[in-house]
């Protein structure tokens, strides 16, 4: 008989049971990635014995976190088909929070991206108490358990403290319609055990680009959107496979010395010039034209100026292009900062510039090629506009949000 003495014991406890508990959220991500799966793919792809992952994925069904599907693989050539595993779709909810100017919106997924609610509240700004009743008001409407939310993943347009979350400087809201500076804070206090996470647009943004391009795009990608406000971010692949979100304010680039007087108190930043309402100030003056916009985040008139100018543009308008082609020689400057510091090798352009179609999308790619140099080489580096649809950002958030969850473990 083997004596352990009791701190021995407890330590070898210990690790044992950290060893399972690492090799469940092994399991369970797998299933979350890669479902429907068999638990023989699992134990191939997990290098686990049969026996664990049956063992262990048993745990995960009776806990309801993992459930058995109606599918059958049809890989296997013989026998019986082995029944596949998927993520419990009812087993938790993450919920994400857009901060706008005097107005919030919320969405409800289940944690296999299911959309089940979602609400924009206007002229309110965040507070902690407005959110909650928000989403309690989500749940009554739409029959879901408030008491299975794992995460809230709050979506803000500007600088925060990383170690408190507080809610700091933005330049597209006003600090008379800014949120709760200490909304994160105040919401890890009411929802204890709920994972609150806060991101910059940008960080979210860029990983939905770079999730929507998959294997076939380079890295460091560099994601930016021009609405009211510009929101840059930068997905790096890490030797280990995983990647890492950066945001850049790229909005805040100097890119001419002289120019107008920014909210950060310098002059001449990029979002100055380059913003959406910059855009439609310019074509205002100096081409008669004089598109409805408005300078509050999240306006909606925005979208439709933008559209009228991409009309003009297509149909040849010069005086717009005009107008366009000294827009681009601007946004160049700011775009190229970047390329050059991070040896960025894609670019991808969102918001409402997405609206102004293939033909800007060549006029950039001119305006880069023919006038700045990049250090990456110009025959390396991919750029496209691409269409950071709300949904697409706020799916990137809960995936985020899930990564952040189940790397480092779930009560049972």
């Keep these: 008989?083997?004596?352990?003495?009791?701190?021995?014991?407890?330590?070898?406890?210990?690790?044992?049971?950290?060893?399972?508990?690492?090799?469940?959220?092994?399991?369970?991500?797998?299933?979350?990635?890669?479902?429907?799966?068999?638990?023989?793919?699992?134990?191939?792809?997990?290098?686990?014995?049969?026996?664990?992952?049956?063992?262990?994925?048993?745990?995960?069904?009776?806990?309801?976190?993992?459930?058995?599907?109606?599918?059958?693989?049809?890989t296997a050539e013989r026998g019986r088909k082995p029944i596949l595993l998927e993520v419990n779709a009812a087993r938790g909810l993450i919920a994400t929070l857009e901060l706008l100017s005097r107005g919030y919106i919320c969405t409800v997924y289940d944690i296999r991206l299911n959309r089940i609610a979602s609400r924009r509240v206007r002229e309110t700004a965040a507070t902690c108490s407005g959110v909650l009743e928000t989403l309690l008001s989500l749940a009554r409407e739409n029959q879901f358990s408030a008491e299975h939310l794992l995460g809230v993943h709050i979506l803000f347009p500007g600088l925060f403290e990383e170690s408190t979350g507080r809610l700091g400087f933005s330049a597209v809201i006003s600090e008379a319609d800014m949120a709760e500076p200490e909304l994160a804070a105040a919401l890890r206090e009411r929802l204890p055990g709920v994972r609150i996470m806060l991101s910059n647009n940008a960080t979210v943004t860029a990983y939905s680009a770079f999730m929507e391009a998959g294997d076939r795009i380079e890295t460091p990608l560099l994601a930016m959107t021009v609405y009211e406000g510009i929101n840059a971010g930068i997905v790096m692949r890490l030797p280990a496979g995983n990647e890492m979100c950066l945001p850049v304010e790229a909005g805040h680039i100097i890119v001419r010395e002289d120019g107008p007087l920014c909210k950060c108190g310098n002059h001449g930043c990029l979002e100055t010039l380059c913003s959406t309402p910059a855009l439609f100030r310019a074509i205002a003056e100096k081409t008669g034209r004089a598109?409805?916009?408005?300078?509050?985040?999240?306006?909606?008139?925005?979208?439709?100026?933008?559209?009228?100018?991409?009309?003009?543009?297509?149909?040849?308008?010069?005086?717009?292009?005009?107008?366009?082609?000294?827009?681009?020689?601007?946004?160049?400057?700011?775009?190229?900062?970047?390329?050059?510091?991070?040896?960025?090798?894609s670019i991808r352009i969102g918001g409402d510039l997405r609206l102004l179609g293939p033909a800007y999308s060549a006029l950039l790619q001119e305006t880069l090629a023919e006038e700045f140099h990049t250090v990456t080489g110009m025959h390396e580096l991919n750029l496209e506009l691409f269409d950071d649809d709300y949904e697409a950002s706020r799916k990137a958030a809960v995936i985020l949000t899930m990564e952040s969850i189940f790397r480092s473990g779930f009560q049972g």
């Design 1 to 74: 008989m083997i004596h352990m003495q009791p701190q021995k014991a407890f330590a070898a406890v210990s690790s044992q049971q950290l060893i399972k508990d690492q090799n469940t959220m092994l399991l369970f991500n797998l299933v979350r990635k890669k479902a429907p799966i068999s638990r023989a793919s699992l134990a191939r792809i997990s290098g686990l014995s049969p026996a664990t992952v049956s063992m262990l994925i048993d745990e995960l069904i009776s806990n309801q976190w993992i459930q058995e599907t109606d599918l059958v693989s049809e």
């Design 291 to 345: 598109p409805e916009f408005s300078d509050s985040y999240g306006a909606d008139c925005n979208q439709d100026a933008m559209a009228e100018v991409a009309s003009a543009f297509a149909s040849g308008d010069a005086a717009v292009t005009e107008v366009l082609r000294e827009y681009t020689r601007s946004l160049c400057c700011g775009l190229i900062s970047i390329v050059n510091l991070f040896a960025v090798r």
